[in-house]
């Protein structure tokens, strides 16, 4: 089960201690904080989404900017997709379920949708069991990993982040590698 909570505010106002109770506990997380770069800054578009699909669960969080958002949107829409925002991650998001419905696995759906993708981005992509993080070709966008001293990864656009959290900074991801 993937339980998500989205808002656009100070993170102090909308993480009350009763809204991160109310999420329960897991073994994965994805949080996001950042404004808008080509949408406004409303509820419809803050991040993580989740998405429920025939396989399965997922949320996504994007950092970025697609060039050719207009023409995957098109393309999508043609193909039956109803989107509820204007923001990267659901187009980015709506690509990977469909690549999912014929891959066997979240990673190889990732793969298949970063293809089509064209601009500066990364993603993380959570499913029920894995954390798959993706960095666009030419790494436009920063993206690292961290971990924590009970051995758990983390993923960042930032090595201050990492610092907020206890890890130490393994490594960049590389320019078009995605991470499981």
């Known amino acids: 089960v993937i339980h998500g ?8 106002d909308i993480f009350t201690r009763e809204v991160l109770n109310s999420l329960g506990s ?9 404004y808008g770069t080509q949408t406004d800054g409303g ?15 997922m949320a996504l969080c994007n950092n970025g900017s ?4 207009a023409e995957l949107r098109r393309e999508l829409e043609m193909c039956g997709l109803i989107f509820q ?10 690509l990977i379920v469909r690549e999912r419905l014929n891959a066997p696995s979240i990673e190889q759906a990732v793969h298949a949708a970063t293809s089509k993708l064209k601009g500066g981005y990364t993603m993380l992509v959570m499913s029920p069991t894995k954390l798959v993080a993706a960095r ?8 690292c990993i961290g ?5 758990s990864y983390v993923f960042a656009s930032e ?12 490594r960049d991801v590389l320019p078009g590698e995605i991470v499981v």
């Open 5 to 12: 909570y989205n808002d656009s505010g100070l993170v102090n």
């Open 26 to 34: 897991g073994n994965m997380a994805l949080g996001h904080v950042r």
């Open 136 to 143: 666009d070709p030419h790494g436009f966008r920063p993206l």
């Open 43 to 57: 509820r419809e578009n803050a991040q993580p989404i989740t998405i429920t699909h025939i396989k399965g669960n």
């Open 85 to 94: 925002s204007d923001s990267d991650a659901e187009l980015i998001a709506g």
């Open 66 to 69: 697609l060039t050719n958002r």
């Open 147 to 151: 971990k924590t001293d009970d051995g």
């Open 159 to 170: 090595t201050c982040a990492l610092d907020s959290v206890g890890a130490v900074f393994v």
